[in-house]
């Protein structure tokens, strides 16, 4: 065997398998998925945790055979003969334990050692594990309780009512809540201790009773930011190589995923006045946060900004890879189902940006600018707000941003200027072309004489009026977005 294997032949040893290379062992591949849906099924942070810790106490009764995991999708390697019954046992145990989360396992027999360890083969073997796993979960629906009585479940407001007034899923996720370690959470603040040097204290009614109102701003808003690493699917198919490869990649991945999400939410939070945060996932296909809602803006540009500085010592050897966020900022009242769907559209339109340019990207939204989310959701994700006068091209808004415009913004958001100078420039440049709106703001700037809002035009475009020239030299305003992100001037900017 080559040394590069003995690492992996350890591993089988440590394990009692044999580690021949003609030996045959079985794989397994497997796990949750959909599981944003699983974690929001109720609005309340506790729950959203125990449900986090009951993926991963799921994944991790296969610890002994994980050889690597990722989120709480895990590779196993088996002895001969017991690939079916682990499969059969993953989606099991992730069933009793979720009650009403999703999971799919597959397996193959008999693939020789020397066949993971060579790169075709394994490679081959790995492109038909993810096509059976495909195959798998569309197979899978989601579990429905059987109700005793017929009152909805205040956790879900979906199920019925089954124990101590909760259905069966959330009443299990607030028990494991209650108790729980704090997750991704304690390991965000351990990595801040250690690596960052930074010690939060978190709030300590916060901690006690886990509610969204607790986590909320001065304003009563928060956050909720989904993000993932774009096309990693197709990185991960393109990548190719045996199994030591496959696990390395993995963790380089998990490992950068972690680094830019803890480092990202422990410098947002110390730089606002909340110090309160949960991080419900961090895996490279799902990442999810609450956070204080004015904190959220500098949260993701951070997030951005040391996923892509991380990574960079790995794109030599796996290729580039980007980042997307979707950041829907709300009210504590506001029903996290319009939170979840609107943090979903957003990172779709992020992820549009991101797969056009080739860098990573984030779209952020406050839903309560006008108190009337409800309806107003899709107007407002509009992100092709723009007009086309004198064969050119003007954007009114600067979203969806790269890391360097959510930086931009944020600095332009600390120029003071009162909000309703903001807003009366958002409207005129709403109603009128390029040239009436420019006329219209070199006016105001002689009239108002106001040193914050002459700077302000400045940094933006020195003699251009309301607008700047973008990368592709098309006209882009700030101004509907600054408008529209006043709230999220929380924290220095760092
Ligand atoms: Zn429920």
């Known amino acids: ?179 729980a370690r704090a997750g991704y959470r304690q390991e965000c603040l351990d990595y801040g201790k250690d690596t960052l040097g930074i010690a939060l204290s978190l709030d300590e009614t916060y901690e006690k009773e886990n509610s969204i109102e607790l986590l909320a701003d001065g304003s009563g808003d928060f956050a909720l930011l989904y993000a993932d690493v774009n096309n990693l699917g197709a990185a991960g198919k393109k990548l190719g190589g045996n199994v030591q490869r496959r696990r390395a990649f993995t963790r380089a991945v998990q490992a950068t995923v972690k680094a830019a999400l803890y480092t990202a939410a422990l410098k947002a939070v110390r730089a606002g006045g909340k110090m309160a945060f949960e991080i419900i996932a961090a895996g490279g296909d799902d990442i999810c946060a609450l956070l204080p809602g004015d904190i959220a803006l500098l949260a993701g540009t951070l997030l951005l900004e040391e996923f892509d500085r991380c990574w960079k010592g790995h794109a030599n050897e796996y290729g580039m890879l980007t980042i997307s966020a979707g950041i829907a900022v709300g009210q504590a009242k506001t029903p996290i189902l319009y939170m979840r769907e609107t943090a979903e559209q957003l990172l779709k339109i992020a992820k549009r940006k991101a797969w056009d340019r080739g860098c990573s990207c984030l779209d952020i939204l406050s839903l309560n600018s006008d108190g009337q989310w409800a309806t107003k959701i899709k107007d407002k994700l509009r992100a092709d707000l723009r007009f086309i006068e004198e064969n050119q091209i003007a954007n009114c808004t600067m979203r969806p941003y790269t890391a360097g415009q959510a930086r931009k913004a944020l600095q332009w958001l600390n120029h003071d ?9 958002a409207e005129v440049l709403l109603r009128c072309g390029i040239a009436e709106g420019n006329l219209w703001f070199r006016y105001l700037l002689s009239r108002q004489n106001d040193p914050a809002l002459a700077n302000m035009a400045k940094d933006i475009a020195p003699g251009c009026g309301m607008f700047y020239k973008g990368d592709g030299g098309e006209l882009i305003s700030p101004w509907l977005d600054l408008a529209q992100l006043r709230g999220q001037r929380g924290g220095d900017v760092c």
């Open 1 to 179: 065997m080559a040394d590069a294997d003995r690492d992996f032949i350890t591993w089988l040893r440590e394990r009692g398998m044999p580690a021949a290379p003609e030996v045959s062992v079985d794989v397994v591949y497997g796990g949750a998925f959909s599981v944003k849906d699983y974690y929001m099924e109720s609005g309340n942070p506790r729950q959203m945790r125990g449900a986090s810790q009951l993926l991963m106490e799921a994944a991790e009764a296969f610890a002994a055979y994980t050889y690597f995991a990722c989120g709480a999708e895990v590779f196993l390697i088996a002895p001969q003969g017991a690939g079916a019954d682990l499969a059969r046992g993953l989606e099991e145990v992730f069933r009793e334990k979720t009650i009403t989360g999703q999971a799919a396992a597959v397996w193959r027999e008999d693939i020789q050692v020397k066949d993971l360890l060579h790169a075709e083969r394994f490679d081959a073997l790995w492109r038909g594990l993810n096509d059976d796993f495909y195959a798998r979960r569309m197979m899978i629906f989601p579990a429905v309780d059987k109700p005793q009585d017929n009152r909805r479940c205040p956790g879900c407001n979906f199920r019925d009512i089954h124990t101590n007034g909760l259905c069966v899923s959330c009443h299990k996720r607030q028990e494991k809540g209650r108790g």
């Open 417 to 425: 200027i009162a909000p309703s100078t903001l807003h009366s420039i």
